[in-house]
């Protein structure tokens, strides 16, 4: 995608959450910046493709932020490999998602720059007990 990424000139596909959320990564290096705008494209893309719309629907409609925090690669079924796993924090419109549904994410970092894998679900979420 280049160091423009998801924002080039005029025409940028990332939300305001997105671009305050990616601020610090955004100022740095190149490799890292080009890194950051990858994860968001590729798990906005991979929600919209999860709950069965793919690009017919805006991707303003799905937020995803890379989280800094390890993630377990195990928890989700997948092989650790040798990268340094995340979390995703992902957020969509409420009509996007059923009723009871919640999206999750999770992403490798390969360093360099290189984005190693990308996963995200839909689950059903986990009712909070009554008080």
Same mark, same amino acid.
């Given at each position: 995608?280049? &160091?423009? #990424?998801?924002?080039?000139? /005029?025409?940028?596909?990332?939300? /305001?959450?997105?671009? !305050?959320?990616? $601020? &610090?990564? /955004?100022?740095? %290096?190149?490799?890292?910046?080009? @890194? =950051?705008?990858?994860?968001? *494209?590729?798990?906005?893309?991979? =929600?919209?493709?999860?709950?069965? @719309?793919?690009?017919?629907?805006?991707?303003?409609?799905?937020?995803?932020?890379? $989280?800094? !925090?390890?993630?377990? %690669?195990?928890? *989700?079924?997948?092989? %650790? $490999? $040798?990268?340094?796993?995340?979390? @995703?924090?992902?957020?969509?419109?409420? !009509?996007? @998602?059923?009723?009871?549904? /919640?999206?999750?994410?999770? *992403?490798?970092?390969?360093? #360099?720059?290189?984005?190693?894998?990308?996963? =995200?679900? =839909?689950?059903?979420?986990?009712? &909070? %007990? !009554?008080?």
């Amino acid at each position: 995608m280049g &160091s423009g #990424g998801i924002c080039r000139g /005029s025409t940028c596909r990332a939300t /305001s959450g997105e671009q !305050a959320g990616c $601020g &610090s990564w /955004s100022r740095g %290096p190149p490799g890292e910046r080009d @890194l =950051v705008t990858n994860v968001v *494209w590729c798990a906005k893309e991979a =929600v919209l493709k999860a709950l069965g @719309l793919g690009l017919t629907v805006d991707t303003y409609a799905v937020r995803c932020l890379p $989280g800094a !925090a390890p993630a377990d %690669p195990g928890a *989700w079924a997948l092989d %650790p $490999g $040798g990268g340094a796993w995340r979390g @995703l924090e992902i957020a969509c419109e409420p !009509a996007l @998602l059923p009723e009871g549904m /919640s999206v999750h994410g999770i *992403w490798c970092d390969l360093g #360099g720059g290189l984005l190693g894998a990308l996963a =995200v679900r =839909v689950q059903t979420q986990t009712p &909070s %007990p !009554a008080l």
